[in-house]
């Protein structure tokens, strides 16, 4: 009697094990997936509100001068500035598709070289493509030319021109963006058709 009831209870421990062990490996097979999903959204989310930030100071900047900086805050993966072009590039990796993959998202702007002045002059793009097991995003903020009215025969052009100072690549933490107006600031050429304004706007990575 009373080995079958220690069989029984030898059972049922096994059993309770046997349980355990699977409720364990289904919450492994569930929960890091989840876990991932969550950091890459974090990721995600932080860059773009970096982005956002970084064209704002600029536009500040560019409208009434002085100084912004950007501190205390983490790249995902590297900030490129590619000052002959007047474009940024932070490019980071994602383990899922948080972004809708192979196709261009404007978060600012849209795909027009140039716009009319009133709308904004940033353009910030955003691209995820899967390569092998992982996902490569890149956010790119450039600058696009402003069309203003007709004064005089000429139609008036604004370019907001941005130079490089300090390195041209950074990342991880413990960085600064300084932000200013260069010393020349605004400069005016005349041609035939035009009036071109082209705001300087340095910006030193640190």
């Given at each position: 009697m009373n080995?079958?009831?220690?069989?029984s209870q030898?059972?049922?421990g096994?059993?309770?094990v046997?349980i355990?062990i699977?409720l364990?490996?289904v919450t492994y097979f569930?929960?890091?997936?989840?876990?991932?999903?969550q950091?890459?959204?974090?990721?995600v989310?932080?860059?773009?509100?970096?982005?956002?930030?970084?064209?704002e100071?600029?536009?500040?900047?560019?409208?009434?001068?002085?100084t912004q900086k950007?501190?205390?805050f983490?790249i995902?993966?590297?900030?490129?500035?590619?000052?002959?072009?007047?474009?940024?590039?932070?490019?980071?990796?994602?383990?899922g598709?948080?972004?809708?993959?192979?196709?261009?998202?404007?978060?600012?702007?849209?795909?027009?070289?140039?716009?009319?002045?009133?709308?904004?002059?940033g353009?910030?793009?955003?691209?995820?493509?899967?390569?092998?097991?992982?996902y490569?995003?890149s956010?790119?903020?450039?600058y696009r030319?402003l069309?203003?009215?007709?004064?005089n025969?000429?139609s008036?052009k604004y370019?907001?021109?941005?130079?490089?100072?300090?390195?041209?690549m950074?990342s991880?933490?413990?960085?600064e963006?300084?932000?200013s107006?260069?010393?020349s600031y605004?400069?005016e050429?005349?041609?035939?058709?035009?009036?071109?304004?082209?705001t300087?706007?340095?910006?030193?990575?640190?």
């Open positions: 080995s079958s009831k220690g069989q030898i059972i049922t096994v059993l309770l046997m355990m699977s364990v490996a569930w929960g890091i997936p989840l876990i991932e999903k950091k890459d959204t974090v990721t989310s932080n860059a773009e509100r970096f982005i956002k930030t970084l064209n100071k600029i536009e500040d900047v560019a409208k009434n001068g002085g950007i501190t205390g983490e995902p993966g590297d900030l490129k500035l590619i000052d002959s072009e007047n474009k940024f590039i932070l490019n980071f990796k994602t383990t598709d948080i972004i809708a993959t192979g196709k261009d998202i404007y978060l600012i702007g849209d795909d027009r070289s140039e716009a009319h002045v009133g709308e904004e002059p353009v910030i793009l955003v691209r995820s493509d899967k390569v092998g097991n992982k490569d995003v956010m790119r903020l450039y030319n069309t203003g009215a007709i004064t025969g000429k008036n370019i907001i021109d941005i130079i490089g100072l300090g390195k041209t950074i991880g933490s413990n960085h963006i300084t932000i107006e260069d010393a605004t400069s050429i005349e041609t035939k058709d035009e009036r071109i304004y082209i300087k706007i340095d910006v030193r990575l640190d």
